[in-house]
C-alpha cells in the first residue's frame, strides 16, 4: 500500500488546532500552521527537493511557537503533560521513519496534537 496518501490526509488533523486559534485570536499561531500546512502538503504531494527545507524550516517553528505557548501557559495540568507524551511519540515515530512506511504520517497526527495541547495549555491559565 501507498503510504503516501495517509502522509497527505495527516495533514488534515492540523485543522482543529488552526481552527481553534482562529477562534480564539491567537494569529500569529494561525498563520504558522497555515505555513505549515500549505507547505507541507506542496512538498509532500510533489517531493520537490527545493521545498524540503522549508518544510523543514515550517517544523522547526511550529515546534518553537508551540513551547513559547506552553511556558507562556505555566505548564498548565493536564495539557502540559498530554502535550509532551505528543511530543515524544511523536519523535519516535521521527526517528523510525526509514523502518516504517507510515510513520511519517503519524508524525503529522501526533505533531498536531502537540500543538493542541500547547494551545489548551495556554488558554486554560
Same mark, same amino acid.
Given at each position: ?27 500569529? #499561531?494561525?498563520? $504558522?500552521?497555515? @505555513?505549515?500546512?500549505?507547505?507541507? %502538503? &506542496?512538498?509532500?504531494? +510533489?517531493?520537490?527537493?527545493? !521545498? ?16 513559547? #505557548?506552553?511556558? $507562556?501557559?505555566? @505548564?498548565?495540568?493536564?495539557?502540559? %503533560? &498530554?502535550?509532551?507524551? +505528543?511530543?515524544?511519540?511523536? !519523535? ?34
Amino acid at each position: 500500500m501507498n503510504p503516501k496518501p495517509f502522509t497527505l490526509f495527516s495533514l488534515v488533523i492540523f485543522l482543529f488546532p488552526l481552527a481553534i486559534s482562529f477562534i480564539w485570536k491567537f494569529y500569529a #499561531l494561525s498563520a $504558522v500552521l497555515i @505555513f505549515v500546512l500549505i507547505i507541507s %502538503y &506542496l512538498y509532500h504531494s +510533489s517531493e520537490n527537493k527545493n !521545498l524540503e527545507k522549508l518544510d523543514v524550516a515550517g517544523a522547526w517553528l511550529l515546534m518553537f511557537t508551540n513551547t513559547i #505557548l506552553i511556558v $507562556v501557559g505555566r @505548564f498548565t495540568f493536564p495539557y502540559f %503533560y &498530554l502535550a509532551v507524551l +505528543s511530543a515524544i511519540i511523536a !519523535l519516535y515515530f521521527y526517528f523510525t521513519q526509514n523502518k516504517s512506511k507510515y510513520a511519517h504520517g503519524w508524525w503529522h497526527v501526533l505533531s498536531s496534537l502537540v500543538t493542541l495541547f500547547a494551545l489548551l495549555t495556554y488558554q486554560t491559565t
